[in-house]
């Protein structure tokens, strides 16, 4: 079979896919209001990914094992075997690219304010709850359930890994990937535009609305978040 075609048919379709197939969804999470006030949205660049840090309302456990009550959530969704696996080899990254293939949820805590060591840049805005409401219910319905409604068991942590990994829907591809996820479910929210042709990380910016960069450096250069709104910090979390 010539080569040419055979390229076309492997890029081709996984942009039909993105275009012509939903997104496989989790039923809709029905999550209460948040207590009045205005919460803060982050996007964190790590430099090829993208992931979305929420503000959770005090009393809410939608955090982690470990970190249910997190003063903030990351979320960030990805291929299964390249995201949690580790795997980097040739055959698992040509798998990401060009075959649709298992994802999954991160999920981590973070205290107040976020520490996100080793991130590009984070951006930030502020949100009332029910935006606030709105975005949280997107992202739990990224997670696979089973029939009472529940989140699927975490998949095994892996040693050094400081959040965990959910079985999540959709499968992963090129055209539909971690920096498109990030934009679809801001978009749900009202938080930026449509995510068609959203690819690198680079590309998520232009599609915000709303957010601002706020990403400083502390006396240990980790990058660090200014949030204004909470001062409090919680023990036991891992920055």
């Given amino acids: 079979m010539p080569f040419l075609p055979v390229l076309l048919e492997l890029v081709g379709w996984p942009l039909r896919q993105s275009v012509v197939v939903p ?21 964190a660049d790590w430099g090829h990914h993208t ?12 955090g982690p094992p470990g970190a249910e009550a997190a003063p903030f959530l990351e979320a960030a969704w990805g291929d299964r075997r390249y995201f949690h696996g ?35 840049a984070v951006r930030e805005r502020q949100v009332e709850g029910p935006t606030l409401r709105a975005l949280l219910s997107g992202l739990e319905r990224s997670v696979r359930r089973d029939r009472d409604g529940g989140r699927l068991p975490p998949l095994p942590p892996r040693p050094g890994q400081r959040g965990r990994f959910f079985p999540a829907h959709a499968a992963y591809l090129w055209s539909r990937n971690c920096n498109w996820w990030t934009v679809q479910r801001l978009r749900e929210a009202g938080l930026a535009s449509a995510p068609t042709g959203v690819v690198v990380a680079a590309e998520v910016p232009g599609r915000l609305r709303g957010f601002r960069p706020v990403a400083t450096r502390d006396k240990s250069s980790s990058p660090t978040v200014s949030v204004a709104l909470h001062t409090r910090r919680s023990v036991g979390l891992s920055p």
């Fill in 51 to 62: 992931s979305i840090v929420v503000q959770q309302p005090p009393g809410w456990r939608l």
């Fill in 23 to 43: 997104e496989p969804r989790a039923p809709l999470v029905r999550l209460p209001e948040p207590p009045p006030g205005r919460y803060t949205v982050l996007v």
């Fill in 86 to 120: 580790g795997e980097r080899s040739p055959r698992a990254v040509a798998a990401a690219l060009l075959l649709p293939t298992e994802s999954v949820l991160f999920l981590a805590g973070h205290a107040d304010p976020p520490r996100l060591a080793g991130t590009v």
